[in-house]
């Protein structure tokens, strides 16, 4: 089995980037998951990495294991003490009024039986804050460039949606309840970039170039 491609490597960390479409977990019902590609992860060393973050199953890029439980505690620290630099890449389905911005919006979590759950803002959430830019337009939509101070639940979905009021293209929560557009086989989001201090040591940066679905829309490296 091939394992996705590495974008960093060295003797406590590694930064892979995702597929779009592959889970961090196994699926309860069952399927391919993150998890199927650790042993092969491991490349060696004794213990298979272990992630540190999450990503949703739909977004691709980069995404940070540990190789031992130190540095895993470690750089769990880091992300709760925000001082992770994130970079996002996302296709609206459309093109905003504004060039850039920052939204924030506390957001919390529902559910119905019916319904499932999600998130929404609300004012008792937790603090949200996502600083975003438009870096590319093609065919009547734009490339986001977005920077998130924190780390919630979805947080970059429901601030497209409901902070820039356009969602992701293909988001089926918070966007078109057909998910969107024939061809669009995923929530069009793609972690570009990931900086990670580590004290002493040189930082951890990584850098995912977009994937193949994010050109067949128009859209190269940015």
């Known amino acids: 089995m091939t394992h996705p491609p590495i974008l960093f490597e060295d003797a406590e960390a590694l930064v892979i980037d995702k597929p779009g479409g592959l889970p961090i977990e196994t699926p309860r019902k069952g399927g391919a998951s993150l ?62 009024a504004v060039g850039e911005g920052t939204v924030e919006l506390a957001l919390a979590k529902i559910s119905s039986a019916s319904a499932g759950w999600r998130m929404i803002p609300a004012r008792k959430g937790k603090p949200s804050v996502t600083h975003w830019r438009v870096v590319a337009e093609a065919g009547g939509r734009a490339l986001v460039e977005f920077r998130p101070e924190t780390g919630r639940t979805h947080q970059i979905r429901v601030h497209a949606a409901s902070g820039i009021g356009m969602p992701l ?14 061809g669009i086989g995923r929530t069009m989001l793609h972690a570009a970039g990931l900086e990670v201090p580590r004290g002493g040591k040189p930082a951890i940066v990584a850098a995912a170039p977009l994937p193949a679905d994010f050109a067949a829309l128009g859209f190269r490296d940015a």
């Open 35 to 96: 998890a199927d590609h650790l042993d092969a992860l491991s490349l060696g060393f004794h213990h298979a990495p272990m992630p540190v973050h999450r990503l949703d199953t739909d977004t691709s890029g980069c995404l940070l294991l540990a190789r031992n439980p130190k540095a895993l505690k470690r750089f769990a620290r880091a992300f709760e003490d925000r001082i992770v630099a994130k970079r996002y890449l996302g296709v609206l389905a459309g093109v905003p």
């Open 169 to 182: 293209l293909g988001d089926p929560v918070y966007g078109s309840k057909g998910g969107g557009p024939r």
